[in-house]
Structure formats: structure tokens, C-alpha cells
């Protein structure tokens, strides 16, 4: 039996995605995420206005008549959302964590999915793949992912993006789409990345908390590396403290941005604010108005 706190949440999750994929990100999702390719339809008569390259010649010549071939888009893909959940993603000091930031964005980007056929797989990591789902389309399985992304306990503190991307190589042999939601705070996966963008349509989902970029002026300060488990006395609002503070964020921040450079990744920057929905949809549909755009070919939403 599930904590009545828990069902709360994940139906509170579901009806807002429920919501968004209704009034616009459905519409939005289909549009950026075509189909694999084409498959027969039917073949029927001609009609004025019909492309004359369609015409099946052998069917044209047996009913002494023009016919042609209709084709529909084949729209089953596959969306595998892989998230951090590390120890430096149970920080938030706004509204929500970034482990619950990341939970509303999946519900979201998984209902999107199942609403138009595509199957919607999870992978979970820290330092390790804590957990693997294999992609599916019910209901009941996205209730599931959105559970698992909420309650699963890691076995890990520490994050590795490469180990996660060299994991998703090997389980994931077809092209998918693939959202990376992580605070990405870690370094050399830029390789595997790079590697992933050869195969999938993938978008770099960074979710960081303002906390992590100025401490408050509150003078002495005992902080705690949630992953790596070392301590660190600060004065906040001393400026030497302060930049010892944010040395590892400027390392990640800089590992990121050669990592995500040419356009190859889609780009995603939220925070723990609250807005993080409404930076979804605007980052969907600024992509839905691009013609042929990806989200790979946007620029950062924030």
C-alpha cells in the first residue's frame, strides 16, 4: 500500500500533465518529434490534385485507371527519460527539490509521449544505473516511472553522466529520444555524450537551485558534500568564501557548456522556483514553431 502523501502527489502530477498535454504540449510533442517513417496505408483512385508521383503504375495498368499509394506517418517512437538522482539532487532551498523538479518534468515529458503511441522507458542513476525500466505505453506503466522517479532510494551518493550514457548504448540499440534531467554536476562525460547525440535525439534537462549559486549572508556555515561526504566551513558573504563555494559549480558549469557547444544537444535550464513547467512548455513551443526544428536546435530556456 503506497503513502497516502505519495498517491497524492503522483495523482497531482498526472492531471497537471494531463492538463498541459491537452491545451498545448501534446500538439507541440508530435509536431517535434516526427515519426521513424512511413508506412502504407492504401492504395486508391486518383483524384484531382493527388501527387502524380504517387501513382502505382502496376495497379494503374490492371484497373486501366489511375490509382495511387497513401503512406501515414509511423508515428511510434520511443522516449527514454534518464534521471539523476544522486545526493546533490535532494537540495532545494525554494519550493521543491530537484529530485521533485525532475519527477514533474518526466510526468510531464512521459504523458506527452503516451498521448501520442510512443513507448516511455526510465533509467535511474547516481554514480551507477540504480534502476532500469524497459519502455512500454500503458497507463498504469507511467504511473510507475513517475513512482519510481519520487520513492527510489539510491544505493549511491555520487553522479556519473558517462557511466549512465555508456549504459544507455548498451541497452538502447534503436534511435529514441532521450531527456537527460540531471543537476549535472560532474565532469568528463563529454565523450559519451557526444556519442549519444549519434544515435538519439537527445536534450540536456539541468536543473539547478539558486542556493548553489550565492549563499545568504548569514555568517559561519557548516556545509556537508551530499556525494562526496566531506565538510566545509564557510563565512557567508565573504567573498573568498564565497568563491571556494561555487569553485566545483563553475567547473560543472564550464564541463557543460563545452560538452552541450554545436548544437547537438537540446538545452534545457531549470531551477527549483516553481516555474519549471511553464519553462517546459515555452521551450516546446518556441521548438513547434521552428520549421523541421528539434529541440537540439533550440536555444536554453530558463
Aim: proline share 4%; hydrophobic share 40%; with cysteine.
Amino acid at each position: 500500500m503506497l503513502p497516502a502523501e505519495i498517491v497524492a502527489q503522483i495523482r497531482r502530477l498526472q492531471l497537471t500533465a494531463r492538463r498541459a498535454v491537452a491545451d498545448e504540449l501534446g500538439g507541440a510533442y508530435h509536431s517535434i518529434y516526427k515519426g521513424a517513417g512511413l508506412a502504407f496505408e492504401e492504395v486508391r483512385e486518383y483524384q484531382p490534385g493527388d501527387d502524380v508521383r504517387s501513382i502505382d503504375w502496376n495497379v494503374t495498368a490492371r484497373a486501366s485507371r489511375p490509382y495511387i499509394k497513401r503512406y501515414i506517418e509511423e508515428r511510434q517512437r520511443t522516449l527514454l527519460l534518464m534521471v539523476d538522482i544522486s545526493g546533490s539532487t535532494a537540495l532545494g532551498s525554494r519550493r521543491v527539490t530537484k529530485r521533485t523538479v525532475a519527477a514533474e518534468v518526466a510526468a510531464l515529458l512521459a504523458m506527452s509521449a503516451s498521448a501520442n503511441g510512443d513507448a516511455v522507458g526510465l533509467i535511474a542513476f547516481t554514480d551507477r544505473v540504480e534502476h532500469h525500466v524497459r519502455p512500454a505505453r500503458s497507463p498504469r506503466h507511467i504511473t510507475r516511472l513517475i513512482y519510481d522517479i519520487l520513492c527510489l532510494t539510491p544505493q549511491r551518493p555520487g553522479t556519473s553522466l558517462r557511466t549512465a550514457l555508456d549504459y544507455l548504448q548498451r541497452v538502447q540499440r534503436r534511435r529514441a529520444i532521450v531527456f537527460l534531467i540531471s543537476d549535472f554536476l560532474d565532469q568528463e562525460y563529454q565523450r559519451a555524450l557526444l556519442l549519444a547525440t549519434r544515435r538519439y535525439d537527445v536534450t540536456a534537462v539541468r536543473i539547478r537551485d539558486p542556493l548553489e549559486h550565492a549563499l545568504p549572508a548569514v555568517g559561519r556555515l557548516r556545509l556537508r558534500d551530499s556525494e562526496q561526504g566531506t565538510e566545509l566551513i564557510v563565512y557567508a558573504g565573504r567573498a573568498r568564501d564565497q568563491k571556494t563555494f561555487t569553485a566545483t559549480l563553475q567547473v560543472a558549469d564550464q564541463e557543460f557548456a563545452h560538452a552541450t557547444a554545436g548544437g547537438s544537444v537540446g538545452v534545457l535550464t531549470l531551477d527549483t522556483s516553481g516555474q519549471h513547467l511553464q519553462a517546459v512548455l515555452r521551450y516546446f513551443r518556441q521548438a513547434a514553431r521552428r520549421p523541421n526544428a528539434t529541440p537540439r536546435r533550440t536555444r536554453t530556456q530558463r
